[in-house]
């Protein structure tokens, strides 16, 4: 999750210490922060290397990344890393040097369209689309468009009244 403010607040914290931390609310479309009772894992500079360098994201941005000063907290049983620069969830290294291993854990949530797949669809079971709020929701109908011409596809194909 890309939180710079929570990154910030992190940044005189020990491992192992807790503390209230608000997540998230960057976005106007976004319902808000949400207050968190958290245990700070790990803090990072944010640099790894790509796993996959034939990956979408290695076209888009190089096999070095940098995604800024990082935070890894545990809160309710959820490890959840925090950057401090935005970066779509490509490749499995961005978890690995933070230290969290995908294949060890029984769920990971990815707030990601489709391009996470090539990275996530080889370590699990079974994927879900959950339509959550934000910029970046499931259904497109939800966000506030000013300046479309309609109809348009997806949002007004045939099978759509409008």
Not at 36 to 52: K, M, P, Q
Request: charged fraction near 20%; charge should be positive; proline fraction near 9%.
């Amino acid at each position: 999750m890309n939180d710079p403010r929570a990154v910030a607040a992190l940044a005189g914290a020990a491992a192992g210490s807790s503390l209230r931390l608000m997540l998230g609310g960057s976005s106007a479309l976004d319902p808000g922060a949400v207050a968190v009772e958290a245990t700070l894992l790990a803090r990072s500079d944010g640099r790894f290397t790509l796993e996959d360098r034939n990956s979408h994201l290695a076209a888009m941005q190089g096999i070095h990344i940098d995604m800024g000063s990082c935070a890894t907290v545990r809160a309710d049983g959820v490890d959840i890393l925090i950057t401090s620069k935005k970066m779509p969830p490509f490749d499995l290294g961005q978890l690995r040097s933070q230290g969290i291993v995908p294949e060890t854990l029984r769920f990971v949530g990815v707030k990601a369209a489709v391009a996470h797949r090539r990275a996530y669809e080889r370590i699990t079971a079974a994927s879900y689309w959950v339509d959550t709020p934000g910029p970046c929701p499931s259904d497109l109908t939800r966000l506030p468009y000013r300046h479309l011409r309609r109809p348009i596809f997806p949002l007004d194909p045939p099978w759509r009244p409008q």
